[in-house]
């Protein structure tokens, strides 16, 4: 790990999921007042699809908004409502407080094989952004898979459909969770020839369970390297686990920012434990800050 990447300060932002029961909400705030003092640059929280999640994703960004005065990016989908009804949830994120969305496609819910957009819904995560765009917002975030869509057609048609999202208004990318930085910087490089000049933001997973990251990475069309399971594969405890992780995560996070990264996106699973060892690892000191007291997060 070069000096520069210990020295420098980079942005950070986490990514949490709304709670389903009162422990995971009292999980949710544990693991929020754990990362606020790393003074992230925002924090943003999840949605799911056809806004089954709608109220705990509003509950849970008042929360942290009220309590930890963080800056949340609510997520939204085009999933399972018409254009009135997305941006209506939109607005009850600014009511909210929210300055921030990431805006996507979202995926079909359990069940069905393939999106199918809702009758006057928005078909696209393009046509969503044009709509949050015309609405005003002024700061939204898109996805971008370095390893290519499962359904994009070709990585450049990926790509193709990433500059469409940027050109209709969104201001910055968060990419899928990657494992080979050399991966990324190609994506990167390939993006800039394209012409996108919009800040694309790197996702870093801190693995908490193997099985688990691999059934994710199946799912996105995110590759899992070789060395990566056979590392796992020997470690023989839960703790040998935790610190590999951690040194895996933050020597990425690290190489990133000899590349000249200076923002990292790190998707918690609502558990601060390992994305806060990571912060650390590459010199991201906590800061003293005062949090109320907490009721719960949804």
């Not at 209709?168 to 494992?179: L, S, V, Y």
């Not at 910087?185 to 000049?197: K, M, Q, V, W």
Request: hydrophobic content about 45%; some cysteine; overall charge negative.
């Amino acid at each position: 790990m070069t000096q520069s990447a210990l020295t420098a300060r980079p942005a950070v932002s986490f990514e949490f999921f709304p709670p389903k029961t009162p422990a995971a909400a009292a999980n949710l705030w544990a693991s929020v007042e754990r990362l606020a003092p790393l003074g992230p640059q925002f924090v943003s929280v999840t949605y799911g699809a056809g806004g089954t999640t709608r109220e705990r994703t509003v509950a849970a960004i008042m929360a942290i908004r009220d309590r930890a005065g963080l800056d949340v990016a609510g997520h939204l989908t085009c999933v399972g409502a018409t254009r009135e009804e997305t941006l209506a949830v939109a607005e009850t994120y600014a009511k909210a407080g929210c300055t921030r969305i990431v805006a996507l496609r979202g995926d079909p819910p359990k069940g069905e094989g393939r999106f199918t957009p809702h009758p006057g819904g928005f078909e696209s995560a393009t046509e969503l952004v044009a709509g949050l765009a015309a609405a005003g917002w002024k700061r939204i975030a898109v996805g971008a898979y370095p390893e290519t869509h499962p359904e994009a057609a070709s990585p450049q048609a990926d790509i193709d459909n990433l500059k469409r999202k940027l050109d209709a208004g969104a201001t910055e990318a968060i990419t899928q969770f990657f494992f080979e930085n050399a991966t990324f910087l190609r994506f990167r490089d390939a993006c800039a020839r394209a012409g996108i000049t919009a800040p694309i933001i790197p996702g870093i997973l801190p693995i908490e369970n193997f099985a688990k990251m691999r059934r994710f990475a199946e799912g996105c069309g995110a590759g899992v390297p070789v060395w990566l399971a056979q590392a796992f594969e020997h470690a023989e405890t839960q703790d040998a686990a935790e610190l590999l992780s951690v040194s895996i995560a933050a020597e990425q996070c690290a190489g990133l920012l000899g590349e000249g990264i200076d923002h990292l996106h790190l998707y918690t699973l609502n558990n601060p434990d390992l994305p806060y060892q990571v912060c650390r690892a590459i010199g991201i000191e906590p800061r003293p800050m005062r949090i109320a007291a907490a009721g719960g997060c949804g």
